[in-house]
């Protein structure tokens, strides 16, 4: 192979280290902020108490998938986990241990999806797969403490450059493009491509749409030309994202576009995280002359003029002074022992403190230094004033931790030693991430049911497509590489819905099951129905999967749940003993239509045992039915 064509592929698939690092820091962040949205009904996801029972999981998922979290149903249990989780995800923002803590993400966010799998969504796929394919990449080779804890007398003499190509590089790069390639393929409905009404049809879904989109989704000037925008953009960019030719603007351009869509997914539907896990990851196309430009733009010498002299004596404190340099990018401040300097060292002594040397001269110690190193950081600067606000706390706190540093010094010893390099993934890592690239793009290429765009007339009636071999479904399902890109197809849904779920207390009042409340229940369509009956995202998805088919044998265990949840709150005089489940459907009408909600009843419950229905009746009575 000529070496232009290789330079060429290199320059198509690389990512750079810069933005692997980006990747890291985003994916620690996107795993707290989802432990986090979860954490509030921990016991309600993830415990026997709950709506999802280990049993009733067990029995309803495959054989073959598995999770931590099945080894208690106690909510305890999975408060460990999370903490866990929490830990691991803190690890993977700092770059500790990195390719650990990214393993351990991995197994823990899959635990979690295989006990909760009613919640799930496209972007908690996606979130596993980037953390997945991250295991045979360097994230740790930029902005992390792996890399500030390689010895200065062991750093190669050739540092290792910022654009980084394998065989996982290309791997990640097409399996983010895939999500929006063959999303384009499914969305095969005339609303995406001849009548251009998906956007439509999707703004009019109230139990995703956000206030925003109220303002302007009837505009069919501007839905009707965005429709197809969005659909020849997922055609069309995951193409021209990879072109050679005009790589740098042209990728440029189709990232802004991403960019852009993804941040109109956030004005307008409530879709949880998703649109920030696909920011986060087309952020990893940004090409290395951009981050170059970058640096030169706004950071071209930071640190510059500064110097951090420590104790020669004190390990402990040379670490520090590493760390600190790297996460604060102070690539062009030099750390130097204070012994080097006869004056800094008496300083050193008399203060029994590290100094820090402004560009204009001024000697700092002890907080005041740290204030000052922060003042030049270029990225977190604005913090030096607010650290610079308790300085007697902070110079308290200081001489604690020096007078303690030796406890300290053994501590790093055990947990943060000097490392030889960072190490970047060898033969075998690529090998096994070239292999699994083969089997995703194998099984993306099954999801589609016909290869045919809805421009091309069909010449037969037999559908272009290829059968995934079932022998090969078993590793998909073992480590959760599930994926189908079919957000909105093959068209948006038709219609939104609610539940109302009225109850009779033993007394025979009617009250509010669903909000857990002791007064009658509404059945009237909020305006903004998102808003008014749904806790989160997660609860949003999980009523709608409830009241379907496949997941009617849950509903049972749902009515538990809300007989519980109501008697331990009020039923302690008057209990609940029963109530209906309602599902409130309006099917959107088509444009300049109007439509009505229909009631369906969709499970009946008794909190003891089964008896006449006073459910019913008591609503006619009242005038809510």
């Not at 795993?31 to 999802?52: E, F, P």
């Not at 995951?238 to 576009?257: E, G, K």
């Not at 104790?311 to 130097?336: A, H, N, R, S, V």
Request: with cysteine.
């Amino acid at each position: 192979m000529k070496k232009g064509i290789k330079e060429i592929i290199a320059a198509t698939f690389s990512i750079d280290l810069r933005s692997l690092a980006v990747l890291r820091i985003g994916l620690g962040l996107l795993v707290l902020a989802d432990l986090l949205t979860r954490g509030a009904d921990l016991s309600v996801w993830l415990s026997d108490d709950g709506v999802l029972p280990r049993d009733a999981v067990i029995d309803w998922i495959a054989s073959d998938r598995w999770s931590l979290y099945f080894v208690s149903g106690s909510w305890v249990w999975s408060l460990l986990l999370f903490v866990l989780a929490g830990f691991t995800a803190i690890a993977l923002i700092l770059g500790f241990r990195t390719r650990w803590a990214t393993l351990l993400s991995f197994v823990l966010l899959a635990s979690l999806h295989n006990r909760a799998p009613m919640m799930l969504q496209g972007g908690d796929n996606l979130l596993l797969l980037l953390l997945f394919w991250s295991l045979f990449l360097p994230l740790g080779a930029r902005l992390s403490m792996d890399a500030a804890l390689v010895h200065p007398d062991l750093k190669p003499s050739r540092p290792i450059p910022n654009r980084y190509v394998s065989v996982a590089t290309a791997a990640i790069l097409l399996q983010v493009m895939a999500v929006y390639f063959f999303s384009a393929f499914l969305k095969s409905g005339d609303a995406w491509y001849q009548d251009g009404t998906a956007i439509y049809y999707a703004l009019h879904l109230d139990d995703m749409a956000t206030w925003f989109a109220h303002l302007w989704r009837d505009q069919h000037w501007l839905t009707v030309p965005l429709t197809r925008y969005v659909w020849w953009l997922e055609l069309i960019g995951p193409l021209l994202i990879f072109s050679p030719w005009l790589r740098v603007p042209i990728r440029l351009l189709i990232m802004f576009a991403f960019i852009s869509m993804e941040v109109g997914f956030i004005f307008n539907l409530h879709i949880g995280l998703f649109p920030f896990i696909s920011i986060l990851s087309i952020l990893l196309f940004m090409p290395t002359e951009t981050w170059n430009a970058l640096e030169r733009r706004f950071w071209p010498s930071a640190g510059a003029g500064w110097q951090m002299y420590y104790d020669q004596d004190c390990g402990f404190c040379l670490k520090m002074c590493w760390l600190i340099k790297t996460f604060l990018g102070l690539k062009k401040t030099p750390i130097t022992p204070a012994q080097s300097d006869p004056e800094i060292a008496e300083i050193l002594e008399r203060e029994f403190s590290w100094v820090v040397v402004t560009p204009d001269g001024e000697r700092l110690t002890k907080w005041s230094a740290m204030v000052g190193v922060f003042s030049a950081s270029p990225w977190l600067k604005w913090l030096a004033p607010v650290l610079a606000w308790p300085t007697r706390l902070g110079n308290k706190v200081y001489d604690w931790v020096a007078v303690h540093r030796g406890e300290f010094g053994k501590w790093f010893t055990l947990l943060l030693p000097w490392r030889k390099a960072v190490l970047l993934p060898g033969l075998t890592w690529q090998i096994f991430a070239g292999g699994f690239l083969i089997y995703i793009l194998a099984y993306n290429v099954s999801t589609i049911p016909n290869w045919r765009l809805p421009f091309i007339s069909a010449d037969h009636d037999t559908p272009y497509s290829y059968d995934f071999p079932s022998e090969w479904q078993g590793l998909k399902r073992v480590l959760r590489l599930d994926q189908k890109w079919d957000m909105f197809a093959p068209y948006p849904r038709r219609s939104d819905a609610y539940f109302v779920v009225p109850g009779i207390l033993a007394s025979g009042k009617i009250v509010d099951v669903y909000n857990a409340t002791p007064e009658q229940p509404n059945f009237a369509k909020p305006e903004f129905l998102f808003d008014e009956k749904f806790k989160n995202y997660r609860w949003r998805k999980y009523t709608s999967r409830v009241a379907g088919k496949r997941y009617r044998s849950f509903l049972s265990n749902y009515g538990g749940y809300l007989c519980r949840r109501y008697n331990r709150a009020f039923g302690t005089e008057d209990p609940l003993t029963d109530f209906i489940v309602y599902r409130m459907v309006e099917r959107t009408p088509a444009p300049g239509q109007t439509s009505r909600v229909n009631r369906y009843q969709i499970w009946r419950h008794w909190c003891e045992k089964k008896g006449p229905d006073k459910v019913t009746p008591a609503l006619k009575a009242a005038g809510l039915i």
